[in-house]
C-alpha cells in the first residue's frame, strides 16, 4: 500500500513550486501515487487513490481547491481504466498524462489571456482582491502589449495576500495602491474602473469560491455598475451547489489579530474564503 506520508509529502513540493496551485499539485501528487502503486486491478488502484486523497483533503484547513483536483483526477482514472483492454498500457498513459498536466495549466491561462485583452484599456484603473497567478498572467500580457493602466490592490486579510500582489506587479512595472480591505467601496466609487479576481473553485451553479472579502466587492461593484471578471481556469471547477455562506466549508486561516489581547469571552471567526453567487 501507499504510506500516507508519501502523497503529503509529494503534494507540498509540488505545491512550493512558484507557478504551482493547490489543484496542480494535487494532480501531481496524484499521478506519483499511481506511479508507486503496486495495485494490479482497477479496483486497487481506485483504493489507492481514495486512501491518498482522503488524506490531502483532510490534511489541508483550505480544501475546496485539493478537492477539486482529487475529483477531476478520479474522474479521469475512471474513465480511462473503463475503456482500457490493457491494464499496464492505460496506467502508463494515465502517468504520462498526469505529468503533462501542468503543461496544460499554461496552455489554460494563455486562453484567458486572450479573451481577457479587451478588458484592459489604456489609463484604466483595476482593482484585484487577493493573489491570483490568472489575473497577473492577464496583467502581465497587457503589459507586453504597451497598455498603460493602474491596479488598486487589497490588502487581502487574513493573510495578507495583497502584499504578494503588490510585489509581482512591481517587479513587472505595474502603477499599484495599496488599500485596506475596508477601503474597497471608497475606491470604487470613484477611482476603480474595472474588477479581476481569480478563484479557487468554481461551483456548479456558476458562483465562485475565493478569497474572503470577494463576495461583498462583487456587491460594491455591482452597486457601482462597475465590471466584476473573474479569471479561472476550468479544472477549478467543481462538483459542489452552494446556497449560501454556510454551504462551503470552513477555510480558517492563521488568524493576523493578536487573540490575547482580546476579551477571553470573545469568539474569533477568522475564515479564509467565501461564496459569491453569479
Not at 502503486?37 to 487513490?49: F, H, K, N
Request: charged share 25%; aromatic share 8%; glycine share 4%.
Amino acid at each position: 500500500d501507499i504510506q500516507v506520508p508519501f502523497v503529503v509529502e509529494q503534494f507540498k513540493q509540488f505545491a512550493a513550486a512558484p507557478d504551482a496551485n493547490e489543484v496542480v499539485a494535487t494532480i501531481q501528487a496524484l499521478t506519483e501515487v499511481l506511479r508507486k502503486s503496486r495495485a494490479t486491478t482497477t479496483m486497487g488502484v481506485q483504493a489507492d487513490l481514495d486512501t491518498a486523497s482522503s488524506e490531502l483533503i483532510k490534511g489541508k484547513e483550505s480544501s475546496i481547491s485539493i478537492k477539486s483536483g482529487c475529483e477531476l483526477f478520479k474522474r479521469f482514472i475512471t474513465r480511462m481504466f473503463r475503456d482500457a483492454q490493457d491494464f499496464e498500457e492505460c496506467k502508463a498513459k494515465l502517468i504520462h498524462r498526469g505529468e503533462r498536466f501542468k503543461k496544460s495549466t499554461v496552455i489554460s491561462r494563455l486562453k484567458i489571456v486572450n479573451h481577457a485583452k479587451p478588458f484592459i484599456t489604456d489609463d484604466c484603473t483595476i482593482l484585484v482582491h487577493g493573489y491570483s497567478r490568472v489575473v497577473l498572467a492577464v496583467l502581465h500580457n497587457a503589459v507586453s502589449n504597451n497598455k498603460r493602466f493602474k491596479v488598486v490592490v487589497t490588502e487581502s486579510r487574513p493573510d495578507e495576500a495583497g502584499i504578494r500582489m503588490v510585489k509581482a506587479l512591481d517587479d513587472m512595472g505595474v502603477p499599484t495602491v495599496f488599500i485596506s480591505d475596508s477601503a474597497v467601496a471608497h475606491y470604487l466609487a470613484n477611482e476603480v474602473d474595472v474588477v479581476f479576481v481569480g478563484a479557487e473553485a468554481v461551483v456548479e451553479n456558476g458562483g465562485i469560491v475565493n478569497k474572503i472579502g470577494t463576495y461583498q466587492i462583487s456587491i460594491i461593484a455591482n452597486t457601482f455598475n462597475k465590471p466584476f471578471y473573474v479569471a479561472a481556469e476550468s479544472y477549478k471547477f467543481t462538483r459542489i451547489y452552494p446556497l449560501n455562506q454556510k454551504d462551503i466549508p470552513y477555510m480558517g486561516t492563521k488568524s493576523l489579530v493578536e487573540v490575547n489581547s482580546l476579551p477571553s469571552s470573545t469568539e474569533v471567526w477568522n475564515a479564509g474564503s467565501d461564496f459569491t453567487p453569479p
